[in-house]
């Protein structure tokens, strides 16, 4: 039963999390908001909406292993899997501007929130907000400099959600949130009863399972856009992905409940966040040697090697 569950909660997300994006790029249009601030704020919110839900169901509920579990395994899951499966069915050209914001942007938060958990095993309402603040500082110095660039990247935002009409927003907006409330009820709830069941954490859980659950739909789409030899997959959208699961999920979720690492599961921070800033910081040298700015089908199997051992490590 509580496979059961975790596979419906998932299943809800996935399906209430599409109907979130579209009901809140719609709305944008709207509000007159250009393609270009919708790309990069609304709909990059809007998809961090099922790990934000799940992680603060779970902080409510009492199980913050599995809120920091789910965003922890969800970044890793972006790197090691997602970017290494993609790069193995077709090799990736990254953009040079990805190393000079992005980039440090998600090593500088990942280091911060180390070290937030480390000080006194809680991120706080006040650290929370300072991860929001930081987020809102990046968002606004990424449109201004995307702004002076003729590559701005507004492909995800689809332009026929400009003529719907408000009754359509409006049943998306309550079929997404339905969707996104139930799923992670069920999920969280599932997850736990696994946990239990199969005699590991809740955290172990929520690194593996509900990530690379909650990574299913960035997974197929770079599997289906690789596979017809289109654009794959930016390298940016996925270290975004990560920016908003640290600074919008982890930082909200704490305004809200602020989040406590348990003491039954050390491995959060004495191995897992390395493993989410190893996986990020990996990447630096991955672009520059041997060929410059290609992570190729090398690499790719090196990515997914690593995090299938991290997978292994996670559920011993």
């Known amino acids: 039963m509580s496979v059961l569950m975790v596979v419906a909660g998932l299943a809800l997300l996935v399906i209430g999390g599409d109907f979130l994006v579209k009901a809140s790029v719609g709305l944008s249009f709207k509000l007159k908001l250009s393609k270009l601030v919708i790309g990069m704020t609304v709909v990059s919110?809007?998809?961090?909406?099922?790990?934000?839900?799940?992680?603060?169901?779970?902080?409510?509920?009492?199980?913050?292993?599995?809120?920091?579990?789910?965003?922890?395994?969800?970044?890793?899951?972006?790197?090691?899997?997602?970017?290494g499966i993609t790069a193995i069915i077709s090799p990736l050209a990254v953009d040079r501007?990805?190393?000079?914001?992005?980039?440090?942007?998600?090593?500088?938060?990942?280091?911060?929130?180390?070290?937030?958990?480390?000080?006194?095993g809680v991120l706080t309402a006040i650290e929370g907000l300072l991860m929001m603040i930081s987020l809102v500082v990046f968002l606004v110095i990424l449109i201004r400099s995307s702004r002076k660039s003729t590559k701005a990247n507004v492909e995800e935002v689809d332009d026929a959600l400009a003529v719907v009409s408000n009754?359509?927003?409006?049943?998306?907006?309550?079929?997404?949130?339905?969707?996104l409330y139930f799923g992670s009820l069920w999920l969280v709830d599932g997850a736990k009863e696994?946990?239990?069941?199969?005699?590991?954490?809740d955290y172990a859980i929520s690194v593996t399972v509900?990530?690379?659950?909650?990574?299913?739909?960035?997974?197929?789409?770079?599997?289906?856009?690789a596979l017809k030899k289109e654009k794959a997959i930016s390298l940016g959208n996925l270290i975004g992905s990560n920016i908003f699961n640290i600074a919008s999920v982890l930082g909200l979720t704490a305004m809200i409940k602020p989040i406590v690492v348990n003491p039954q599961t050390p491995e959060i921070l004495s191995t897992n966040i390395f493993w989410m800033i190893g996986f990020a910081a990996i990447l630096i040298p991955f672009i520059i040697i041997p060929k410059r700015f290609e992570i190729g089908r090398f690499k790719g199997v090196l990515l997914l090697g690593s995090y299938l051992v991290f997978i292994y490590m996670a559920l011993k």
């Open 210 to 225: 509900i990530a690379i659950g909650t990574s299913v739909p960035e997974l197929a789409a770079s599997v289906i856009a």
């Open 45 to 83: 919110f809007a998809t961090s909406a099922p790990e934000l839900l799940v992680s603060l169901q779970a902080a409510l509920e009492g199980v913050s292993d599995i809120a920091l579990g789910n965003v922890i395994g969800s970044n890793i899951a972006n790197i090691g899997l997602v970017l």
């Open 167 to 179: 009754f359509k927003i409006v049943m998306w907006l309550l079929i997404g949130a339905a969707g």
């Open 194 to 201: 696994l946990a239990i069941s199969i005699g590991i954490s």
């Open 97 to 120: 501007d990805f190393y000079k914001l992005n980039w440090p942007m998600m090593m500088l938060l990942s280091f911060v929130l180390y070290y937030f958990l480390k000080n006194d």
